[in-house]
């Protein structure tokens, strides 16, 4: 059977697996994208929403550890890059293989970022107000009653996530660090920076023209980008295992 990479994705505040749908068309089959669907929605639209980001990343990382049988990286936006490096803290915590890559998009790096913000419970026009100052909804979208009633409980807990992170003292993650950012977001070039803090082997910086959710504005730019690294590591995967299997 040939071996892929697999691309576990973790969705932004308030979204389900399916906002990574479009990206199983997009990139090369040896790229396997598998999103992650957090508890809540979706699929498990009947487990309670988690409101603690470590307690959610131990969860993730039990789960994929059951079957991590070959080289795999990890990719999230939004909240999902904040979840994204707690997971694969909590994987190293497990004593598991590490991803090839840590992708962060769209999120400030976790050493000096102020959560405060998040910390406590927002109500639903702060909510509606957030989703339009991100422009990643449609108008009609947020005067629809009927979708805010089943979105705003998962987006209210998702912002409550985030703001239950703490940075703590810990060593820097021995994978590299892939961030992506928007032009135009409001997450500045110097929080994308601070990624750097965390990466003890490789940091990148790309900027896209765009908002927060310059992934989707400008997604084939975004998903040459990512298979250009992604294809980098796993080359360098298959060389070295090459070389382990020459050794034996």
Known sequence: ??????????????ASAMVYARWRRALPEWLQVCPLELPGRGRRMDEPLQRDIKGLAAQLAEEISRDLNGPYALFGHS????LAFELAHALKARNVPAPLALFASGTAGPARRDVSEYAI?????????????????????????ELMQLMLPILRADFLLCGSFTYGAREPLGMPIHVFGGKQDSVRADQLLDWQIDAASGFSLDLFDGHHFFLVQHESAVLRCLRRYADEHFARWRNGTARQLVAG
Request: include cysteine; hydrophobic fraction near 35%.
């Open 1 to 14: 059977m040939t071996t892929r990479l697999r691309l576990f994705c973790l969705p932004h505040s308030g």
């Open 79 to 82: 909240l999902g890059g904040l």
């Open 121 to 145: 419970e927002k109500t639903d026009e702060q909510l509606i107000a957030r989703l339009r100052d991100l422009q990643g909804t449609t108008e009609d979208a947020l005067t629809n009653p």
